[in-house]
């Protein structure tokens, strides 16, 4: 089943703001959250939450639930 992925209101305006090669760099990384959020970055001990590489575009932090196959993006920076 696949997880749904959540952004907040400050990711969906960095993504308005962004260019196209980041957003489809963006786009990316959600498909990967959506299907493997484990497998798309590496969680932090020192802030409870994941971090995922977009490539050479930039980072993005997330928080997944298992119990409600949801996935929260938290922030996005681009580079």
């Known amino acids: 089943m696949p997880y749904k992925v959540m952004l907040?209101?400050?990711?969906?305006e960095t993504l308005r703001k962004a260019s196209?090669?980041?957003?489809?760099?963006?786009s990316r990384k959600r498909a990967q959250l959506e299907s493997n959020p484990e497998g798309a970055g590496t969680y932090s001990d020192k802030?409870?939450?994941?971090?995922?590489?977009?490539?050479?575009?930039?980072v993005l932090r997330y928080s997944i639930y298992k119990a409600v196959v949801k996935v929260n993006v938290w922030t996005v920076q681009f580079v």
């Open 8 to 12: 907040t209101t400050s990711v969906e």
């Open 20 to 26: 196209a090669e980041q957003r489809a760099a963006f």
């Open 47 to 58: 802030d409870g939450m994941w971090h995922g590489a977009m490539g050479d575009a930039g």
